[in-house]
């Protein structure tokens, strides 16, 4: 499968620690997929939250939130942050 995500930048990515945790990863999202995911993330015509079982999306906006519920991506977020998230 290839990812839509670049999660090797994200691991060579340097957290910043102030103000407060964070980092900036540079074309995180692979700019090949960013169409597709465009086309297909969900209609949301008002403020608010929305469960993803409650919006309709596409195929490519499927995969996107396949690969950030993966357990890659949440090993490289556990290792970045030093932090459990099972």
Known sequence: MVSMLDLE??????????PFEFLIVPEFVKAEARAAIHKDYPDVTRPGSFPLGEV???RAFAK?????RSEEFRKAFEEKFGIDLT
């Open 9 to 18: 930048g994200f691991r060579g990515t340097p957290l910043t620690r102030e």
């Open 64 to 68: 996107l939130v396949e690969e950030m």
């Open 56 to 58: 309709s999306y596409g």
